[in-house]
């Protein structure tokens, strides 16, 4: 191939010419930029060690004091006053599963089944449906305290008059944390693509069979996410338990529907109460057991979402 | 498949209807299509108008939608094609405010009668959207989903493999029936929706701008597709691609858009006649200079 020299000359200096002017302009990033830059990304790395210095505090406070008393006995032996040293927290593990149980089994139906009349039947111009919203929204905000009078006033006592027992708790617990279900369950079924519905529907699905084969089905990441979250929750309450009979001193296992039960919670309110030293060790231990246990339900709801996940 | 491959190889050259030899040998093979009179109707519009609240989307059309040909609905955007389609399987019900006049009928029974159910309507009439919209599921589950909600009792085996083999399907996912829907080619999941539309048997299948959001050669194959299902099926495409429509349909409805003083754009039908005439010899103007690309 034929090249004129001087051509290619002048292309040369042409290039350099344009390769000197784009180098000045990528590095023209002033130092105001950059320091900026180093603040922005220091402050939110002092966020996320704020946040971690106060877990890993306690973790490590928690493990110096009830290390020494994380043995099987502690979660089978029943709690004691009069040999502290052999104290467990078995009626106490064994409340909070009741209850815990008892909420799963009411905020599963009564949450999904809420968020699906409100994404799918709802009319949302109608004033009723977007009061129930807001109120819906509203509650998720109110204190677990005021629960707590709710069960013991509708549920303890008056119309429902339950007594002090485990399906009060579950009650109680459930309403709690019901809207945060709702909110959950909703976000999940409104991000499912109006696509798939009309995809289903053109094919002649019905209404209900389009939500309960693939709606519901492509939102069941997000629903459980959102239901480990509101159980993790619940399973740490012990204000409003408090109220609707969580107090009792229990050494006996606790049954659903008779008086006297102890949450895990409430157990370790009772244990830092007491001025004793071997309490004071018996509490830190049971607090390392609730965080394990709300560590196994957050990694429990980590793994169902990333087991579920869908693309679309 | 080796024409297909002859037909691509011309490069970047676009596609009209003398590229497709078979094509026009289809409808010089048919000697109705010359004969409404032998034709059965499978859909018949009149005076068809539809309003989104105060705001009327289409308004008075009229024609007819013949057994086992395949009907193009063409214009520019916003002249209310799909609007149209949407109505023959009563999908524009789930927008609230959609508000449908006139008369469509179904092999003679009113489509919006009091007593018609949408979701038996939809079980005949099918529907394949513009965006392919497989489910989240695997490949034999999106195929098995429709027979399985309308009750089917027969083989699902075979059901499943027979709609893919008709969407020419089959030979590329056969090894893979487990794995997602989602998980395949923009133009394998279109072919899939075929399938899925295919495989509750339905009469007529509607297509939404079937091929907007796939490559020239998956249309291509849609198209092939197309051509081998009216054979069995009455097929109703709206389409933005005049030469689609000029390749594949035997009968194309031209719609326009009228503007009023407001900035509202209502859509109507403008001429609706046999395709090679549309193409060749329309009697309206209007028609000639949208498809000699004068204007939309």
């Given at each position: 191939m034929a090249t004129d020299s001087r051509t290619t000359g002048g292309l040369a200096v042409a290039t350099s010419g344009a390769r000197a002017a784009t180098e000045a302009a990528l590095k023209s990033k002033s130092n105001r930029d950059r320091t900026l830059n180093t603040v922005f990304v220091a402050l939110m790395m002092f966020a996320i060690l704020f946040a971690l210095v106060g877990l890993v505090a306690l973790i490590v406070f928690m493990f110096a004091e009830g290390g020494g008393r994380l043995t099987w006995g502690l979660l089978t032996n029943p709690p004691s006053t009069i040999h502290p040293d052999q104290a467990g927290f078995r009626t106490a593990l064994l409340g909070t599963l009741y209850v815990i149980g008892g909420v799963v089994l009411l905020i599963v139906p009564l949450g999904v089944g809420a968020a699906v009349y409100l994404e799918e039947f709802a009319n949302s111009e109608r004033w009723w449906n977007r009061l129930i919203e807001l109120n819906i929204q509203n509650l998720a905000g109110v204190p677990s305290i005021v629960y707590g009078i709710l069960g013991l006033a509708f549920i303890v006592r008056g119309p429902l008059s339950l007594g002090f027992v485990a399906a009060a708790g579950s009650l109680t617990l459930a309403l709690l944390v019901l809207p945060t279900v709702i909110l959950a369950a909703r976000e999940a079924i409104r991000a499912v693509p109006s696509s798939i519905a009309d995809g289903s529907l053109a094919l002649g699905a019905t209404q209900w069979q389009t939500i309960w084969k693939q709606i519901l089905p492509a939102a069941l990441p997000g629903i459980l996410t959102g239901i480990i979250l509101a159980v993790a929750r619940a399973i740490g309450e012990a204000a409003p338990l408090l109220l609707v009979g969580a107090v009792t001193f229990v050494t006996f296992n606790p049954r659903f529907f008779s008086d006297g039960y102890s949450t895990l919670p409430v157990m370790i309110y009772q244990y830092s109460n007491r001025p004793q030293e071997e309490f004071r060790i018996l509490a830190a231990a049971g607090v390392l057991v609730m965080l394990a246990l709300v560590l196994l339900m957050n990694s429990l709801a980590v793994w169902l979402r990333d087991r579920f996940e869908r693309s679309w | 498949m080796n024409d297909l491959t002859t037909t691509q190889s011309t490069g970047s050259r676009p596609l009209s209807a003398t590229d497709r030899p078979e094509s026009r040998k289809f409808r010089a093979e048919m000697p109705t299509s010359t004969n409404d009179e032998a034709l059965e109707t499978v859909i018949s519009v009149r005076d068809l108008s539809v309003r989104y609240g105060s705001f009327k989307a289409v308004d008075e059309v009229g024609l007819s939608i013949y057994q086992k040909q395949i009907t193009a609905l063409i214009g520019p955007?916003?002249?209310?094609k799909s609007t149209v389609l949407r109505c023959f399987n009563r999908m524009?019900?789930?927008?609230?405010s959609a508000r449908v006049s006139g008369h469509i009928e179904y092999h003679g029974v009113?489509?919006?009668?009091?007593?018609?159910d949408p979701v038996e309507v939809r079980r005949r009439i099918g529907m394949v959207f513009q965006k392919p919209n497989p489910f989240p599921k695997s490949i034999y589950d999106n195929i098995a989903f429709g027979p399985t909600v309308l009750g089917y009792k027969g083989n699902m085996d075979e059901l499943v493999e027979e709609s893919l083999r008709r969407a020419a399907l089959w030979e590329e996912v056969k090894d893979k029936l487990?794995?997602?829907?989602?998980?395949?080619?923009g133009g394998q999941q279109q072919r899939l929706c075929i399938a899925r539309a295919i495989a509750t048997s339905p009469d007529v299948i509607l297509m939404d701008e079937p091929c907007s959001a796939l490559d020239p050669i998956a249309t291509l194959r849609i198209e092939e597709l197309m051509l081998e299902l009216k054979k069995d099926y009455s097929i109703v495409i709206v389409t933005h691609n005049m030469q689609q429509a000029a390749r594949v349909s035997d009968r194309t409805a031209f719609f326009s858009v009228d503007v009023n003083d407001t900035g509202q754009r209502t859509g109507r039908l403008v001429e609706y006649d046999l395709t090679d005439r549309i193409f060749t010899a329309p009697s309206e103007t209007e028609t000639e200079d949208y498809i000699t690309g004068r204007f939309g």
């Open positions: - | 955007s916003g002249c209310g524009n019900d789930l927008i609230p009113d489509l919006y009668g009091d007593e018609v487990d794995e997602s829907g989602m998980a395949i080619s």
